[in-house]
């Protein structure tokens, strides 16, 4: 069977280093700063990061209505919502994994159409027969099973969904906690290895690490966007939609003041 190729471009975030600051003696202390005015000091910032591959892929897809009557296009959207929704339980996907994303209803005005014919409205009664409405109805849908995403893409537009929004490829809270503390690892090693170079620079040793600050990192997930074809024939005669993400990157930085003698 043919199948259909999107290659997704990677959106890591570069580490970055920065380098150590030396603090003397005659340093001035900063409000709340529990550093001793004795002690010599020097601050170093480093990060680190992990590569690993998505183990989830989360998708929007939809469905749209247009019509004269805002009830006629809310009817439409519950009916081809629900047929969609089905399909992707359908499918495998877990009730759960499936939620409302967005869900709206808007009046518009056909501006073209009035120019056409040469309407050139004074009052809202000569502007109603040129208002239409226009709906969206899309689903947030999580697939834990990353190698299905492409599968789960067909099923939503073979279930008559117009719109697949960004699909992104990221990594669930368990993987993400556990890839940060090989990145935290990684930007600590570093930071030790440069506390002590620069401590030997100037003829000091380092004692030990006073305060250590963590709060930085990302996780950089990987997007991709989808066009639903429009001409109903090409899509009957689609291939089937395969997805090849590349790695997700989490990074960690750290802050290190360590104590030198």
Do not use: N, W
């Not at 003397?24 to 700063?33: I, K, N, R």
């Not at 296009?73 to 877990?94: H, N, S």
């Not at 226009?134 to 537009?157: I, K, L, N, S």
């Not at 990594?171 to 503390?181: D, F, P, V």
Request: with cysteine; aromatic share 4%; hydrophobic share 35%.
């Amino acid at each position: 069977m043919q199948r259909r190729k999107l290659l997704l471009a990677s959106g890591a975030v570069a580490s970055t280093a920065l380098a150590g600051c030396l603090g003397g003696s005659d340093a001035e202390e900063e409000p709340g700063d529990d550093t001793d005015s004795s002690e010599r000091t020097i601050t170093v910032s480093e990060s680190g990061e992990v590569h690993a591959d998505p183990d989830l892929a989360v998708l929007q897809v939809g469905v749209e209505s247009t019509g004269d009557d805002a009830e006629a296009v809310r009817d439409d959207l519950a009916e081809r919502g629900d047929a969609l929704y089905d399909a992707l339980v359908a499918y495998g996907i877990d009730e759960e994994e499936i939620t409302t994303d967005q869900f709206r209803i808007r009046d518009q005005i056909d501006h073209e159409q009035m120019r056409e014919d040469g309407v050139e409205p004074d009052s809202e009664e000569e502007v109603e027969p040129y208002v239409y409405y226009v709906g969206t109805h899309a689903y947030r849908v999580e697939v834990h099973a990353v190698d299905d995403a492409g599968d789960v893409v067909d099923t939503a537009v073979d279930a008559g969904a117009d719109t697949v929004g960004r699909i992104e490829f990221t990594l669930s809270e368990e993987k993400q906690e556990e890839l940060r503390q090989g990145a935290l690892e990684e930007a600590i090693e570093d930071a030790d290895a440069e506390a002590e170079f620069i401590a030997d620079q100037v003829d000091a040793t380092v004692v030990e690490a006073k305060h250590v600050d963590t709060s930085g990192g990302d996780v950089s997930p990987v997007h991709e966007e989808y066009d639903v074809a429009e001409d109903d024939d090409a899509a009957d005669t689609a291939p089937e939609t395969t997805l090849e993400p590349d790695d997700v990157t989490v990074s960690a930085s750290v802050d290190i003041r360590y104590e030198m003698e």
